[in-house]
T-cell receptor
Framework: AQKVTQAQTEISVVEKEDVTLDCVYETRDTTYYLFWYKQPPSGELVFLIRRNSFDEQNEISGRYSWNFQKSTSSFNFTITASQVVDSAVYFCALSEAGNYGQNFVFGPGTRLSVLP | DTGVSQDPRHKITKRGQNVTFRCDPISEHNRLYWYRQTLGQGPEFLTYFQNEAQLEKSRLLSDRFSAERPKGSFSTLEIQRTEQGDSAMYLC????????????FGSGTQLSVL
């Protein structure tokens, strides 16, 4: 069965610090997709990135970067030079292509607080 | 692209009452999902539609819960005889239906059962 673990429940950093959010996943499928979503206080989940299992290239988008390592089943997310607006709950999610219905499994989330 | 909309945003009800939530997905999206999220937890899958067909239901979806998507457009989620344990955020999401596509989420309906 698919599973996503986010071991860090809450993280607090001071503005401009770098912070890494960990995500470890479990799946038996060889084809799957990994996602990160941000949930600000308003409540709506905002898509950040999608990565398929065949693409292990790391990705950078502005202050955000993602490190996908199949060998350790991890898909970590780093925010460089954090800002107060980054304060939110961040969810890692897994979707198995072979799973009929393609239901996503979300991790429990990491609450990030960026202090001014 | 008007996004996924959910109605109402908040619902307060007394235990034992029935409630119904509505979700309007992005118009060209075939797939529609319902999730439940409780405080401090990630969204938990409830059910999924491809067009008007309900193709999967989680074991979390007890007999008191029913979902419909008539004509493959909007969807409703009804909870009968609500219990205090039903208090949660109910999230709707849609996707175009291609494998690996991201989900687009609505703002959710916050249910409080007193």
């Amino acid at each position: 069965a698919q599973k996503v673990t986010q071991a860090q429940t809450e993280i607090s950093v001071v503005e401009k610090e770098d912070v890494t959010l960990d995500c470890v996943y479990e799946t038996r499928d060889t084809t799957y997709y990994l996602f990160w979503y941000k949930q600000p206080p308003s409540g709506e989940l905002v898509f950040l990135i999608r990565r398929n299992s065949f693409d292990e290239q790391n990705e950078i988008s502005g202050r955000y970067s993602w490190n996908f390592q199949k060998s350790t089943s991890s898909f970590n997310f780093t925010i460089t030079a954090s800002q107060v607006v980054d304060s939110a709950v961040y969810f890692c999610a897994l979707s198995e292509a072979g799973n009929y219905g393609q239901n996503f499994v979300f991790g429990p989330g990491t609450r990030l607080s960026v202090l001014p | 692209d008007t996004g996924v909309s959910q109605d109402p945003r908040h619902k307060i009800t007394k235990r034992g009452q029935n409630v119904t939530f509505r979700c309007d997905p992005i118009s060209e999206h075939n797939r529609l999902y319902w999730y439940r999220q409780t405080l401090g937890q990630g969204p938990e899958f409830l059910t999924y539609f491809q067009n008007e067909a309900q193709l999967e239901k989680s074991r979390l979806l007890s007999d008191r819960f029913s979902a419909e998507r008539p004509k493959g457009s909007f969807s409703t989620l009804e909870i009968q005889r609500t219990e205090q344990g039903d208090s949660a955020m109910y999230l709707c999401a849609s996707s175009p239906g291609r494998t690996g596509e991201k989900l687009f989420f609505g703002s959710g309906t916050q249910l409080s059962v007193l």
